[in-house]
């Protein structure tokens, strides 16, 4: 009995030392992290080249989507527009070759889940492998927040989320095998915080920054460190070509244009950063958010509320 007393007290010992070290080690690497993270503030990482890719663009007909399409072209990107408005998918692919760059059309609702499985069996017979995801669907415009009524919960939540599940079961499988891709997923800042009378789309937001987050650890997890995530919090009424938009606080919002968004996401994309927001300061402001007692949380967000009135 005494003898094993003292192996019992040593094993304990040893036990504590092994978790302080780890503690230590989380702190150490803690603390370089976040001056890491300040550093790259004034030196961001460079930017890589996409001339070599090919990438599909969810929602290319209109807003950040057909930016989006039209500048990853003249970076020298195979691009592949979907859209189920054919009329504005087909205008953003003329506009594309009018240019001089390589843009195909396809015309599919992502919402059926059929097409969807369709879409994926087309694109690999007639593209082969698909290197970038930009899913640009579910981010509503200002004017559809103010004056339309909410859509119908299945809708919203197909549309924005379940689709994007289907999509990455289709084509991240092969980017893990061949161990290079990049996914992109825009959201509005819905994933933040609420925004009054669209539980729904707040809920699907939310969802949409859940998934992404879930898929930068299952390639964590597996050592898969080709394939990238990119998680992109837009603000509706920040993003928008209405002059009809007038703000509670103007000089703290104000707006940019669709093509100068597409810049700003192509930016942080291009340097894997894993999580960006338009504007910039917001992504800082909601992991702000997150720390803070929920009053005080309650007094900013009433204090930055929107307060959107159309002239």
Not at 216 to 241: A, Q, W
Request: some cysteine; aromatic content about 10%.
């Amino acid at each position: 009995m005494n003898l094993f007393f003292p192996i019992n007290m040593l094993l304990r010992v040893y036990s504590f030392f092994v978790l302080l070290a780890d503690i230590v080690w989380v702190f150490v690497n803690g603390i370089y992290c976040i001056f890491q993270a300040v550093y790259e503030v004034f030196k961001p990482p460079p930017l890589k080249s996409v001339s070599k890719e090919t990438a599909l663009i969810i929602g290319a007909g209109r807003g950040v989507g057909r930016d989006l399409a039209i500048q990853l072209a003249y970076l020298g990107a195979t691009v592949l527009c979907v859209d189920k408005n054919e009329n504005a998918n087909n205008k953003t692919v003329a506009y594309i070759k009018r240019k001089g760059c390589l843009a195909f059309s396809y015309n599919y609702d992502i919402t059926k889940k059929n097409n969807v499985t369709n879409l994926a069996k087309q694109l690999k017979e007639e593209i082969g492998f698909i290197s970038m995801i930009f899913y640009c669907c579910g981010i509503p415009s200002p004017r559809s927040l103010v004056d339309q009524p909410p859509q119908d919960i299945h809708e919203t939540l197909d549309l924005t989320l379940t689709s994007y599940f289907w999509l990455i079961d289709h084509f991240v499988p092969e980017m893990k095998k061949r161990n290079h891709g990049h996914i992109v997923a825009l959201t509005s800042v819905a994933g933040l915080s609420y925004l009054k009378d669209q539980m729904p789309l707040s809920v699907a937001q939310f969802a949409v920054q859940g998934l992404a987050e879930s898929l930068m650890e299952d390639l964590r997890v597996n050592k898969i460190d080709g394939v990238h995530v990119t998680l992109m919090h837009i603000y509706p009424f920040i993003v928008s070509d209405s002059s009809e938009l007038t703000f509670k606080i103007s000089s703290y919002f104000g707006t940019i244009t669709p093509e100068k968004a597409a810049t700003s996401i192509l930016d942080s994309v291009r340097r894997n950063y894993p999580e960006a927001s338009i504007p910039k300061y917001l992504l800082f402001l909601g992991h702000i958010l997150r720390i803070l007692p929920r009053r005080a949380t309650v007094l900013i967000r009433d204090l930055l509320d929107t307060g959107v009135d159309f002239a």
